[in-house]
């Protein structure tokens, strides 16, 4: 099937650097949802985003939804040890909302 | 509340054996996923159930690929005869519908066919 780019692919930040992962469509979504999968775990749901424009955050995490509804971010601020993972971008069309491309994932790395 | 639960957690099998993978999705949770990971492909859906009723199977590699979902609280994935190129992590995820989209992953089953 089809992979959505994720970029970057890998990042290595310092701890206290900021950091963010960009997800690109070429078509228009119905609603874009954010993922991050531990190293040896499974995908968790973060959030989801549905609305033009939209930007939602949850503490140091601040996730963008851009006009056109074909692109997304996800950025970091301050990042933690405990922010080490791959973060997903999972893509969800109109008639198929239920069915998400996941993107190829950007891989976090944060040392002290 | 358990999660989703899969099992077993790792499996080792012979090519040309048949393996099944099994899955209990979140109690009420209206639709379930079936997914793949590797290093190559990254995470593909597999096939997906609304109501226990089959949806999209289009992605299912072949005919060695078959899932079944023969009530709201069980789900089984089933290759055979399974083959290296097999190899990857299976996760099983359920959403609970009524407007609500987003996903919940079983802990994964990584298969290793030799």
């Known amino acids: 099937g089809q992979q959505v780019m994720q970029i970057p692919q890998y990042q290595h930040v310092q701890e206290g650097e900021d950091f963010t992962t960009y997800c690109n469509s070429s078509t228009t979504l119905s609603n874009i949802q954010w993922y991050k999968q531990r190293p040896g775990g499974h995908p968790v749901f973060l959030i989801q985003?549905?609305?033009?424009?939209e930007v939602k955050k949850q503490k140091r995490l601040t996730f963008q939804f851009g006009e056109a509804k074909k692109n997304s971010s996800l950025h970091i601020t301050a990042t933690q040890t405990t922010d080490v993972g791959t973060y997903f971008c999972a893509l969800g069309r109109a008639g198929t909302a239920s069915k998400l491309t996941f993107g190829t994932g950007t891989r976090l790395q944060v040392t002290l | 509340d358990a999660g989703v639960i899969q099992s077993p957690r790792h499996e080792v099998t012979e090519m040309g054996q048949e393996v099944t993978l099994r899955c209990k999705p979140i109690?009420?949770?209206?639709?379930l996923f079936w997914y793949r990971q590797t290093m190559m492909r990254g995470l593909e859906l597999l096939i997906y159930?609304?109501?226990?009723?089959?949806?999209?199977d289009s992605g299912m590699p072949e005919d060695r690929f078959s899932a079944k979902m023969p009530n709201a609280s069980f789900s089984t994935l089933k290759i055979q005869p399974s083959e290296p190129r097999d190899s990857a992590v299976y996760f099983c995820?359920?959403?609970?519908?009524?407007?609500?989209?987003?996903?919940?992953f079983g802990p994964g089953t990584r298969l290793t066919v030799t």
């Open positions: 985003l549905v609305k033009s424009g």
């Open positions: 995820a359920s959403r609970p519908g009524q407007g609500r989209y987003e996903q919940y």
């Open positions: 109690s009420g949770h209206d639709y």
């Open positions: 159930f609304n109501n226990n009723v089959p949806i999209d």
